[in-house]
């Protein structure tokens, strides 16, 4: 069911939407840094309420750092650390945690304020209840992945990091998607064939480089093999697949050598998806394809120099970014041509596409 002008009508609505959207951005940036800085495992127990804040005593400083002197990083990695080293990896841990329950309580309160007051209609209500779940389930995937690195090894399970990278990008899917709806973004009244499925397909292929990329960082991955185009001067390294491919995302080489060849593919199916897109396109999406290739070439370019460079925290977090992004612009193109006819809205039928939109 369409989200009709009725909520669209409300700059309250649609800032709320872009605030939901900020902050999973957020969270996504915070998360990744969390990670480089191998700080994610810095918090041993999930206390939803009470964890919201941090030790605020000496003594409850002692009785955090005892906890995660229990832990399997804490004995097998960092048994060095003093209490000040563990403030130092603590603090962006409960930043990242404190953020999650701030982006669950900005998605939900809002939702509850503008439906009692009807400031919104049913289609959005449901889109953004859904919003909320997956929001909640997200929270709940964060603690699984944390939990797996407290166990035996101290490392997060990759499955795991990769699971809540994967629903972070489909809560964001889903909210912008609605605010694209509420906003009135242009797009095409009927279906565009092999356009739209081609729009789908490109989305999956970068989901899947984005899950490969995961698991890159789940296993340090990007700390071998630092040279570009070749491995060490190998297009293969040897020992890659040589159980027949069973242990494809967990040999670290392949991992590695997975990502980086997935990305020539990537590059290539946005290519051609832009040269099938632009002659049916408006003028509208022709600036949006070429924003799609902008960050595709940014992206590859932010890959390379990451590898090069043995992944520098600045250049892996704008990586991580730079990929959100790109998955956006392939999202959007999914919204510009629909697989169904989209009914409900006021459509220029001279262009195919959606005449309805606002300034924000």
Not at 172 to 199: E, K, M, V
Not at 225 to 238: A, T, V
Not at 327 to 344: E, I, K, S, T
Request: contains cysteine; positive net charge; charged residues 10%.
């Amino acid at each position: 069911m369409p989200i009709t002008p009725a909520s669209a009508r409300q700059p309250a609505v649609r800032l709320w939407l872009l605030t939901c959207l900020g902050f999973v951005a957020l969270m996504v940036f915070v998360g990744g840094v969390t990670r480089l800085t191998e700080s994610g495992l810095s918090i041993v127990e999930w206390n939803v309420i009470t964890g919201s804040l941090p030790p605020l005593s000496d003594a409850a400083w002692d009785e955090e750092f005892a906890k995660y002197q229990t832990s399997p990083e804490f004995q097998q990695v960092n048994s060095h650390f003093t209490l000040a080293d563990f403030k130092q990896i603590f603090w962006l841990e409960w930043l990242h945690r404190l953020l999650g329950r701030i982006t669950g309580l900005v998605f939900f309160l809002p939702l509850l304020y503008f439906a009692a007051r009807r400031q919104i209609d049913r289609p959005l209500a449901w889109h953004m209840s859904v919003a909320v779940v997956l929001v909640a389930m997200q929270g709940g995937v964060g603690w699984v992945m944390v939990a797996s690195g407290l166990e035996n090894a101290p490392m997060v399970s990759p499955v795991k990091l990769a699971s809540h990278l994967s629903l972070a990008l489909i809560v964001f899917a889903w909210t912008i998607w609605g605010y694209w709806q509420l906003r009135g973004t242009a797009r095409h009244l009927l279906p565009s064939g092999s356009l739209s499925l081609a729009a789908r397909v490109l989305t999956l292929i970068v989901g899947i480089q984005i899950l490969f990329g995961a698991f890159v960082a789940g296993w340090d991955a990007g700390m071998i093999y630092n040279s570009w185009p070749l491995m060490d001067g190998m297009f293969m390294p040897p020992y890659i697949y040589e159980n027949g491919g069973a242990d494809a995302l967990s040999h670290i080489p392949s991992v590695q050598w997975q990502h980086r060849t997935f990305a020539y593919l990537v590059t290539f199916a946005t290519l051609c998806y832009a040269a099938l897109a632009w002659s049916r396109s408006s003028a509208q999406n022709r600036k949006y394809l070429r924003m799609l290739l902008s960050v595709i070439l940014v992206q590859m370019l932010l890959g390379i120099f990451t590898i090069i460079y043995e992944v520098p925290i600045a250049l892996a977090s704008a990586h991580q970014l730079m990929a959100v992004v790109l998955w956006v612009a392939c999202v959007h193109q999914c919204y510009v041509f629909p697989l169904r006819r989209v009914d409900g809205l006021q459509f220029d039928q001279s262009h195919g596409i959606v005449a309805r939109n606002t300034s924000v």
